[in-house]
């Protein structure tokens, strides 16, 4: 059986010539050894050293970067927001910065361990902004952690009742500005929980 690569040089010597996005496409896939092959035939690198790290290929990501390709301004922000830690912490030793977008969008998706990491390198945003991303999709694992380290909440606004419980298990006070989140945004159960609570 032949590897895709094999296929590629085969092609590529009966003078078949690929679409121009093809290495994009390999580097989609993961297939760094094609990505090699079409790279020293001439195929230009448009955006994928960003594919490689938005889709969390390390060893591609380490391949690139040798041949002196860089990422955009939002490579530590996709590797985050895809809870990519590996290809994060590459970058970081690389010298790469993000923004409040990395915090934010690891914790909106649920990246617990990619979370903890930017915090532990001095990534912050603001208490709203990323309460708000964490609870806007329920991830209670994200939101006790936040909660750990000072972060607060507004669960009530999207609905998600078990990050609401337990909020106020550990003592969080439901305001007037909680019951009125969860009245405007329809969510019943919620709303009739924070009212028995007093």
Not at 3 to 14: A, R
Not at 74 to 95: C, F, Q, R, S, T
Not at 171 to 181: E, F, N, P, Q, T
Request: net charge negative; glycine share 10%; proline share 0%.
């Amino acid at each position: 059986k032949k590897s895709t690569e094999d296929v590629q040089k085969y092609l590529h010597e009966l003078g078949y010539k690929g679409t121009e996005d093809a290495i994009d496409k390999a580097a989609r896939n993961d297939h760094l050894e094609v990505l090699k092959y079409l790279h020293s035939v001439g195929y230009s690198l448009t955006y994928t050293i960003n594919l490689s790290i938005f889709f969390g290929h390390l060893e591609m990501l380490k391949y690139l970067h040798e041949h002196g390709y860089k990422g955009d301004i939002w490579a530590i922000d996709g590797a985050a927001k895809n809870g990519h830690l590996e290809v994060l912490k590459y970058l970081h030793e690389l010298g790469y910065k993000g923004d409040i977008w990395a915090i934010k969008g690891a914790a909106e998706n649920g990246h617990l361990e990619v979370l903890k990491y930017l915090h532990s390198i001095g990534y912050k945003a603001t208490e709203w902004e990323i309460t708000r991303a964490a609870e806007k999709n329920g991830h209670l694992e994200v939101v006790k952690y936040l909660r750990s380290i000072g972060y607060t909440n507004s669960a009530a606004i999207n609905g998600h009742f078990e990050v609401v419980k337990y909020l106020l298990e550990i003592g969080y006070k439901g305001d007037k500005l909680a019951i009125s989140y969860a009245a405007i945004n329809n969510h019943f159960e919620i709303l009739k929980y924070l009212h028995e609570l007093g």
